[in-house]
């Protein structure tokens, strides 16, 4: 792992100097992304089955899956399998109704009503990865918090394989409640769900990971419809002090850095006796990690060893990175929660291992990558639901504020916006 030492601006100069190179758009990217979706808006169905022959090898002849096909892969799951996916659904639940939020009326200036209705999306589009691994978690993650919040549909797309859609992630998408499932994949997807084609409906808004195509083309729908945000590759964040286990340190910057060889993992410790220990216990168990030459990608280009000064120190400098999971293992790390101003998950203590939160503690695990964290959230039921202001004014209630409304309007040069209040009292 590469390794920063030295004074706090020192290294976060260098910090902002990766981020810089990390954010950089690829040209060429945008442009293939930018072709794929002109060619789905012009073509429809048509496009969509001829890029899952390019792109997925698979000749399509059905976009869509059948109730019974999702059922009878439900069936072949294991029971215990099931029984994990109901007991985070479970979790999932009693986390994130705690998020629901409920219309306000104020009547406390006589004469005058305000408010605010919260609504829910009509029709959402959910991503599930394919490609190197199946995520039936994250059907779980990006369904359950819509249907809290009311959505009426949820569309589900995930790329089609020779061997068809994994039957756990049909399993969780028959456990979360989603309405329909289309086996397409990548941006052309992502470009069906926010035009419509002649099969797959258009929809308000578009969640959840994927590649790289997938996130570039939802930066380029999005205005067409919402989404929920730019994920960028996996990344974990950990604070240590000569306290902390190297065995579990290592072992949870190696969970994430085994998602993909853009994935990062970064250890900041005050300890260099801590950080060789980690080091030496990362060789150790890559040796029998399945997905040995991803993970050792990860680390060897992205991984990265921060020895700071002072605990203070270390907050500080995560605080720049806003890790997409940050995990502290410090004596009483629950007393150091208001350091953390920028993350997107956070997992207090050795127990609190960043998986706890990928599978079963109820959080959500669709979060802010690349430093985004700073200005972003984790998904939730706040995603799946708009907000409509109400207003309503008797008259005496109007005439007491009409010759500020009209000074404002004046001021502002809109001298119809000034009349449209006056002529109420000619």
């Given at each position: 792992?590469?390794?920063?030492?030295?004074?706090t601006?020192?290294?976060?100069?260098?910090l902002?100097?990766?981020?810089?190179?990390?954010?950089k758009?690829?040209q060429?990217?945008?442009e293939?992304?930018?072709?794929?979706?002109?060619?789905?808006i012009?073509?429809?169905?048509?496009a969509?089955k001829v890029?899952?022959?390019?792109?997925?090898?698979?000749?399509?002849?059905?976009?869509?899956?059948?109730?019974?096909?999702i059922?009878?892969?439900?069936?072949?799951v294991?029971?215990?399998?099931?029984?994990?996916?109901?007991?985070?659904?479970?979790?999932?639940?009693s986390?994130?109704?705690?998020?629901?939020?409920?219309?306000f009326?104020?009547?406390?200036?006589s004469?005058?009503?305000?408010?605010?209705?919260?609504?829910?999306l009509?029709?959402?589009?959910v991503?599930?990865?394919g490609g190197?691994?199946?995520?039936?978690s994250?059907?779980?993650?990006?369904?359950?918090?819509?249907?809290?919040?009311?959505?009426?549909?949820?569309?589900m797309?995930?790329?089609?394989?020779?061997?068809?859609?994994?039957?756990?992630?049909?399993?969780?998408?028959?456990?979360?409640g989603?309405?329909?499932?289309?086996?397409?994949?990548g941006?052309q997807?992502?470009?069906?769900?926010?035009?419509?084609?002649?099969?797959?409906?258009k929809?308000d808004?578009?969640?959840?990971?994927?590649?790289?195509y997938?996130?570039?083309?939802?930066?380029?729908?999005?205005?067409?419809?919402?989404?929920?945000?730019?994920?960028?590759p996996?990344?974990?964040?950990?604070i240590?002090?000569?306290?902390?286990?190297p065995?579990?340190?290592?072992?949870?910057?190696?969970?994430?850095a085994?998602?993909?060889?853009l994935?990062?993992?970064?250890?900041v410790?005050?300890?260099?006796?801590?950080?060789?220990?980690?080091e030496i216990?990362?060789?150790?168990?890559?040796?029998?990690?399945?997905?040995?030459?991803?993970?050792?990608?990860?680390?060897?280009?992205?991984?990265?060893i921060?020895?700071?000064?002072?605990?203070?120190a270390m907050?500080t400098?995560m605080?720049?990175?806003?890790?997409?999971?940050?995990?502290?293992?410090?004596e009483?790390?629950i007393?150091?929660?208001?350091?953390?101003k920028?993350?997107?998950s956070?997992?207090?203590?050795?127990?609190?291992?960043?998986?706890?939160?990928?599978y079963?503690?109820?959080t959500?695990h669709v979060?802010?990558?690349?430093g985004?964290a700073?200005?972003?959230?984790?998904?939730?039921?706040y995603?799946?639901?708009k907000?409509s202001?109400?207003?309503?004014y008797?008259?005496?209630?109007?005439?007491?504020?009409?010759?500020?409304?009209?000074l404002?309007?004046?001021?502002?040069?809109l001298?119809?916006?000034?009349?449209?209040v006056?002529?109420?009292?000619?």
């Amino acid at each position: 792992m590469k390794w920063l030492k030295g004074e706090t601006t020192e290294i976060l100069r260098a910090l902002n100097k990766d981020v810089r190179m990390i954010q950089k758009d690829n040209q060429q990217i945008e442009e293939q992304v930018r072709q794929i979706i002109q060619q789905v808006i012009q073509n429809g169905d048509q496009a969509l089955k001829v890029y899952s022959k390019k792109f997925d090898q698979v000749e399509l002849q059905n976009l869509s899956l059948s109730q019974e096909t999702i059922t009878l892969g439900y069936q072949r799951v294991e029971k215990e399998v099931i029984a994990a996916l109901e007991a985070a659904k479970e979790n999932i639940i009693s986390y994130h109704q705690k998020q629901k939020q409920y219309d306000f009326m104020d009547t406390e200036k006589s004469g005058v009503l305000r408010g605010q209705l919260v609504l829910p999306l009509a029709r959402v589009g959910v991503y599930v990865p394919g490609g190197t691994a199946a995520y039936p978690s994250s059907v779980l993650m990006n369904v359950l918090p819509a249907k809290i919040a009311g959505v009426k549909e949820i569309i589900m797309v995930t790329p089609p394989s020779k061997e068809g859609v994994p039957d756990v992630i049909l399993a969780a998408a028959k456990i979360a409640g989603v309405d329909k499932i289309f086996q397409i994949g990548g941006a052309q997807s992502i470009a069906a769900l926010a035009y419509g084609t002649e099969t797959i409906p258009k929809v308000d808004k578009i969640v959840g990971p994927g590649n790289i195509y997938v996130a570039t083309a939802k930066k380029q729908v999005f205005g067409t419809v919402g989404i929920d945000m730019i994920a960028g590759p996996s990344e974990i964040g950990i604070i240590a002090d000569e306290t902390a286990n190297p065995i579990y340190i290592a072992a949870d910057l190696l969970s994430q850095a085994e998602h993909d060889t853009l994935a990062r993992a970064i250890l900041v410790t005050n300890s260099v006796a801590l950080a060789e220990q980690v080091e030496i216990e990362m060789d150790r168990q890559l040796e029998t990690l399945p997905r040995k030459e991803i993970a050792e990608q990860s680390i060897k280009n992205n991984g990265l060893i921060i020895v700071a000064s002072t605990i203070s120190a270390m907050f500080t400098i995560m605080n720049e990175i806003a890790p997409e999971h940050l995990e502290v293992q410090l004596e009483d790390p629950i007393s150091y929660l208001h350091e953390i101003k920028n993350a997107g998950s956070i997992f207090l203590g050795e127990y609190a291992s960043e998986p706890v939160g990928d599978y079963f503690s109820g959080t959500n695990h669709v979060l802010p990558t690349s430093g985004t964290a700073k200005f972003y959230s984790p998904l939730s039921v706040y995603d799946f639901v708009k907000y409509s202001q109400v207003t309503y004014y008797t008259k005496d209630a109007l005439a007491e504020a009409k010759e500020a409304i009209a000074l404002l309007a004046r001021k502002e040069g809109l001298e119809a916006h000034a009349r449209a209040v006056e002529c109420r009292f000619e």
